[in-house]
């Protein structure tokens, strides 16, 4: 089970149905076919050492950032207010108000994982900062992490 924590912020979730595969653009499904594996989820690191990895994620209206696995218990915080459209990988999609300020923590449990996507749905730039705790070794699957190259 993934545990989820909000730390004092309201929140919309619009969850859409069961899951609906099959609904999503051809570009969305083929990106999840094709990044399954993929650890890079944010735009850019900002720091890594051997206990965490901080990542900005910067998305203009319209914007989309691909299919992404986070391996790792991680937090992230929305620095503006917007909102996001989500793919998640067992099929189902999302749209999701976020608040400035807004901290979200996320927990995994042996052998779990989360994989989505985020598209900035609104009208205005959506920017966060992810944090990932790598020092929890059973999490550590060095051929799937990201490197600052891979990023660019």
Do not use: C
């Not at 992230?76 to 909102?83: H, K, N, Y």
């Not at 009208?123 to 060095?142: C, I, K, M, N, W």
């Amino acid at each position: 089970m993934i545990y989820e924590r909000i730390r004092g912020t309201k929140r919309l979730v619009r969850m859409f149905g069961a899951a609906k595969k099959e609904d999503w653009p051809l570009e969305v499904k083929s990106d999840f076919s094709a990044n399954s594996r993929n650890s890079t989820v944010g735009s850019r690191i900002l720091l890594t050492n051997d206990r965490v990895r901080v990542w900005a994620i910067e998305l203009q209206p319209g914007e989309r950032l691909g299919a992404h696995r986070h391996n790792f218990n991680y937090f992230w915080i929305a620095l503006t207010e917007g909102v996001g459209r989500q793919h998640h990988g067992d099929g189902s999609t999302s749209i999701v108000t976020y608040h400035e300020g807004e901290t979200r923590h996320i927990e995994f449990g042996p052998g779990e994982y989360l994989l989505h996507d985020l598209e900035n749905a609104g009208d205005a730039p959506l920017a966060f900062v992810t944090v990932e705790f790598l020092g929890d070794s059973e999490r550590l699957h060095v051929s799937s992490l990201a490197t600052t190259e891979e990023v660019g």
